[in-house]
């Protein structure tokens, strides 16, 4: 890293790194070597990013999943981790600053960047048929179809049939 730049800390990595003014000098250096990959990749991320890494899709180290941070539409100064996969949208969480919000979807597995993700997966017949299903859900969830009728389309849909 040059001199000059910038250092990013998790708040993980700050407290294992002062860990030994709390523990056993064998548990802090277990804390930082613990902390320690979790930092790397976020001082990279936030670096590459000039530390505002907003709209950076990150792939799941699990499985084929994604996450990118914004700003929270609803909320003023707050961010949203926003994730999805090959079937569309399936959650996001709050959090009242980016760094945390950052840091939180590292935590969760989404560390490798891959931009661009989510305009090449939403591009996908797979991306369009979770979108098929997310909106029968909706209709079921705001009341307007039952729950019977919602997975009779839904199978409609599975044997290509149109029901939208």
């Avoid at 996969?85 to 600053?97: I, P």
């Avoid at 993700?117 to 017949?125: E, G, N, S, V, Y």
């Avoid at 969830?141 to 009779?152: H, P, S, W």
Wanted: glycine share 8%; charged share 30%; proline share 4%.
């Amino acid at each position: 890293m040059e001199r000059n730049a910038l250092r990013y800390r998790t708040t993980r990595w700050e407290r294992a790194r002062t860990a030994h003014l709390r523990a056993p000098g064998d548990f802090a250096k277990h804390l930082r070597d613990l902390a320690r990959p979790l930092q790397i990749e976020y001082q990279r991320l936030m670096a590459a990013h000039g530390g505002r890494p907003i709209g950076i899709e990150c792939r799941s180290a699990f499985r084929p999943a994604w996450a990118f941070v914004l700003p929270e539409m609803n909320e003023a100064g707050r961010f949203r981790v926003q994730c999805f996969d090959e079937d569309g949208f399936f959650s996001h969480q709050v959090y009242d600053g980016l760094e945390q919000a950052i840091e939180n979807m590292m935590v969760d597995g989404y560390r490798t960047p891959d931009v661009g993700a989510l305009d090449r997966i939403a591009a996908t017949d797979r991306w369009a048929m979770g979108v098929k299903y997310a909106t029968l859900r909706q209709r079921f969830q705001e009341g307007l179809i039952t729950y019977v009728r919602m997975l009779e389309e839904m199978k409609a849909l599975s044997e290509g049939k149109a029901v939208l």
